[in-house]
């Protein structure tokens, strides 16, 4: 079982960056692919970003494609996420999570359900 604390969220204005921190628990981090997911107020929480448990292969949603920096550190078992001209409508809460079953994939998954483990959420928030 793995324990995940997000950090770094924070109120910025359009065209700002901030880079987000997961920090996990556990010496079997690096046996997980990792995600970030956000959720806006009345929307399905939806992923962001998803990196392999080397950090070879990385996934983006096209909305974020090319703003967005999915990266791992697995000595020192955090996950971070880049975020770079940020948009208004990039404003939700933002998660890390696990995906424990990942060697059991060919790739990434994007299937909110395959992951296991979640963080408490990190609020971002992007003013116009």
């Known amino acids: 079982q793995v324990q995940l604390v997000e950090s770094g969220g924070g109120l910025v204005q359009a065209g700002g960056s901030l880079r987000l921190s997961c920090a996990a628990s556990?010496?079997?981090?690096?046996?997980?692919?990792m995600g970030w997911f956000r959720q806006a107020p009345g929307k399905e929480r939806e992923i962001v970003a998803a990196?392999?448990?080397?950090?070879?292969?990385?996934y983006y949603a096209d909305s974020v494609k090319g703003r967005f920096t999915i990266s791992r550190d697995n000595a020192k078992n955090t996950v971070y996420l880049q975020m770079n001209s940020l948009k208004p409508e990039d404003t939700a809460v933002y998660y890390c999570?696990?995906?424990?079953?990942?060697?059991?994939?060919?790739?990434?998954?994007?299937?909110?359900?395959?992951?296991?483990?979640w963080g408490q959420g990190t609020q971002v928030t992007v003013s116009s």
């Open positions: 999570a696990a995906d424990r079953e990942s060697w059991t994939r060919v790739h990434i998954t994007t299937n909110i359900d395959d992951y296991d483990y």
């Open positions: 556990g010496r079997t981090f690096s046996y997980y692919a």
């Open positions: 990196i392999s448990r080397s950090g070879g292969s990385t």
